[in-house]
């Protein structure tokens, strides 16, 4: 309810309307003392702004891409119908397909996790029980719910406590939009070319090098399909922050903890000169203990490493 109202305050004519909480079904059903009606009255007409997904025949989902399985809230109701207007508004000019990908992506980061939660769709296929740790405490809808009274206490200042869920969802919604479209969107060039480039890198094409750090995970898979990639890749060399380089294994997933090829067991631990005199290349600085990614003071040293680990 906070996401969704907070995103109808985005678009134009609504950014001061007025909100009126209630369960008041005559009043709700009451479409001339009303404009739009969200989480409410067990009606999802879109024409007639009503969006409400608590009625038992609702199965609406994104329906676009693969977002067909997470049943919406009324945040992705809100999101499916003004969600393109609201990138197009507050991030300029953007073309068709940019405005895509950027809709897509804060719905994928964002808004299926609120969708999730609010309808009881767990996010692994497994027994909850069997999960290793909890997850979920420090996300935005158990935020958003600690500003509910505690049941100790009495229900007060309803309205302020949604002012705040406004603001709280619209913050996280303001970073992530502007992340996606300020930082990740610009990096899709820069991850393409590496890819074009990456026989250029290394013979097997399995070796990216960026000419500078971008955030790459996510792009390498789409473009991997969009250009036919027949070898994937399993590393990527880019320089950090400190002037040193990395070799960062590729994850079987965006976000995934499982590599497609980790840096060898033995190297694992090891740091500075104790891994440079077992790999006979100088100037390394260490591999990480699950061997995701390693590190060396120089690009030729960083991918001497990628090199070996790919042929061992």
């Not at 969704?4 to 001061?16: I, V, Y």
């Not at 008041?24 to 409400?52: H, N, W």
């Not at 380089?245 to 060898?264: D, K, T």
Request: charged share 30%; with cysteine.
């Amino acid at each position: 309810e906070a996401c969704s109202t907070r995103a109808l305050r985005l678009l134009p004519g609504l950014d001061s309307a007025p909100i009126k909480r209630t369960r008041d079904q005559p009043y709700i059903d009451d479409a001339s003392s009303l404009k739009i009606v969200v989480d409410v009255g067990a009606t999802y007409e879109p024409a007639a702004f009503r969006f409400d997904h608590h009625q038992r025949s609702f199965a609406e989902t994104l329906g676009e891409r693969d977002f067909s399985k997470t049943k919406l809230s009324s945040a992705g109701l809100v999101y499916k119908h003004f969600g393109r207007d609201i990138v197009r508004l507050l991030c300029g000019d953007l073309s068709p397909e940019d405005v895509d990908r950027v809709y897509f992506k804060i719905y994928e980061s964002f808004v299926e996790e609120v969708d999730a939660i609010d309808n009881g769709v767990h996010p692994f296929d497994c027994d909850p029980t069997q999960i290793k740790y909890r997850y979920g405490s420090t996300g935005l809808s158990a935020r958003v719910g600690r500003l509910n009274p505690d049941w100790n206490e009495p229900a007060s200042d309803e309205d302020a406590r949604f002012a705040r869920a406004m603001a709280l969802a619209g913050e996280e919604f303001d970073a992530t939009l502007h992340h996606y479209a300020k930082s990740w969107l610009p990096a899709r060039t820069i991850v393409r070319a590496m890819l074009e480039s990456r026989f250029d890198a290394h013979p097997s094409g399995e070796i990216g090098i960026l000419p500078q750090f971008a955030p790459w995970k996510s792009h390498v898979y789409e473009l991997e399909k969009e250009l036919a990639v027949d070898k994937t890749l399993k590393y990527v060399v880019y320089e950090d922050a400190s002037g040193s380089f990395r070799v960062q294994a590729v994850p079987v997933a965006e976000a995934s903890f499982e590599s497609r090829r980790p840096l060898p067991e033995p190297w694992r631990g090891v740091r500075n000169t104790e891994l440079s005199a077992m790999l006979g290349i100088p100037d390394c600085v260490f591999v990480h203990a699950s061997g995701f990614i390693g590190g060396n003071r120089t690009k030729e040293g960083a991918m001497k490493m990628a090199e070996m680990a790919l042929e061992l």
